[in-house]
């Protein structure tokens, strides 16, 4: 055979080692955790419920939170997060019902949930291929995009301010609840990634929570027919911890 034959050869089982060690990188740090700010959007009776895109706006509080994911398989993960989310609303001057209410509600949510991710996982999708400190090979892709959906609940109070009335809370109005609420929630969403390397990554994620309560916002007029939601747009930072065989986490080896 002709010495130049051997190049192509040569460079064709190169690929194909690197494309099977690729299949199972993901096996080698199943564990991951991401802290992340966010910013919560309430769609509820108080607001602008009558102007969508609008109400995105209206009341925009910061959150912050946690997640801790393991991966199934390579394109399958389970999370669970936790997180204290804030958001607010505030009626319209001269709207139709006639009172003008703002709205401040602080809640403690925990949700588990499936994640499956639609581009990047796949080793067909790999866009870089990095050497750590001792020359192996690291392959990972650098974009991840992912699509989600949970169960979970919000532990959440809320107050009520009358801007008619000197910012009082409307005590006499039936509609008014505001005690302590636990209500049942539904998270989906979707998320994208960017690693750094094989450790750290950047993320974004927006995700809509459907709920079984009209009470999130501390306001439940006898005429209302649907139940509060609310979008959590976050920035996370991201870190894959390694494992053993066994698929037990690998703590002393943080920085490796």
Known sequence: ???????????????????????QTWRLRRYEGQVYLATTSMYGDIGL??????????GVRPSAGFTARYALTRNIGAAVDLSYLMYGGKDEVGSSHGRVYSFMT??????????MYVLGQDVRYRS??????R???NNFN???????????????????YDLNNDRAEPLTNPGYHPEMQYAVV???????????????????????????????????????????????ISLRAIYKLRNDRRN?????????
């Open 1 to 23: 055979m002709k010495k130049t034959l051997w190049i192509p050869l040569v460079l064709i089982l190169l690929a194909l080692t690197v494309e099977s060690s690729a299949q």
């Open 49 to 58: 419920a009558n102007k969508p895109f609008a109400n995105l706006f209206n």
């Open 106 to 115: 602080n809640a403690f949510q925990h949700t588990a949930r499936i994640e």
């Open 128 to 133: 870089a291929a990095m050497y750590n400190r």
């Open 135 to 137: 020359g192996m090979v």
């Open 142 to 160: 650098k974009l991840n995009m992912y699509l989600y959906a949970g169960l979970g609940g919000s532990l959440s109070k809320a107050r009520i």
């Open 186 to 232: 539904f998270p989906v969403g979707a998320g994208l990634k960017w690693a750094l390397d094989a450790r750290w990554s950047m993320g974004t994620e927006f995700g809509y929570q459907f709920t079984l309560t009209d009470k999130l916002d501390g306001y439940a007029p006898v005429a209302s027919q649907y139940n509060d939601s609310y979008y959590v």
């Open 248 to 256: 037990m986490p690998i703590f002393n080896k943080l920085y490796r």
